[in-house]
């Protein structure tokens, strides 16, 4: 699973990661815990990428209330099917840049914080869903989720579930609506052995 992340880059280092239009805005770095502000990368309705700041913690559209606890994850192989998901996962992928994420080992109270990260320290990017809810202000709440499978060799000592990391070239077709589901199906895979690396930290 991932439960908590982090992202270093500057909102200049995102737009030219993602090849985003330079800006003046102020994105959410740092640290990233559920309910938290962060910065994903969805398609705007001109087609183009943006980045946009939404809270971490899924919440469809049709839902009266939050949920009472954050939708902070979602499992790749059920995520077509769950009535939480489906249809963000149809038409609404996102992308979430992260620096690194972080897993937890020993006993409650005594436990040992470990952080993934790229051997060479280039950031990932996870696959994400993101969702809008009209609240009854008439404001529109936009939150998002990331997308875990199974752990891969790296992962697998500290948990069982890792954070689906996208390659550069999945990004387009991710964010693209009108690409086929069986295609989207196939990037929901772990990252190959040697991808990641672990510190304590």
């Known amino acids: 699973m991932c439960g908590r992340y982090d992202i270093s880059d500057s909102a200049a280092q995102m737009a030219l990661l993602f090849n985003l239009g330079l800006t003046g805005d102020t994105l959410p770095a740092g640290e990233i815990a559920p309910t938290a502000a962060g910065a994903v990368v969805a398609l705007g309705a001109d087609g183009t990428r943006k980045a946009v700041v939404m809270r971490w913690g899924l919440e469809p559209g049709w839902m ?24 963000a996962f149809a038409k609404r992928r996102a992308l979430a840049p992260a620096s690194a994420f972080y897993e937890w080992q020993g006993e409650p109270g005594a436990k040992t914080r470990y952080r993934f990260t790229r051997p060479d320290g280039s950031p990932m990017v996870f696959a994400g869903l993101w969702e809008k809810r009209k609240l009854d202000s008439g404001e529109l709440k936009l939150t998002y989720t990331i997308l875990t499978c199974a752990a891969n060799g790296d992962v697998a000592d500290y948990h069982d579930r890792m954070p689906v990391i996208l390659g550069p070239d999945q990004w387009d077709v991710w964010l693209n609506a009108e690409s086929p589901l069986p295609v989207i199906k196939d990037m929901l895979q772990p990252a190959p052995d040697g991808y990641l690396e672990a510190a304590k930290g």
Do not use: G, Q
């Open 64 to 87: 009266r209330e939050p949920p009472s606890r954050p939708i902070f994850n979602a499992r790749s192989e059920t995520v077509e099917d769950k009535p939480m998901f489906r249809t």
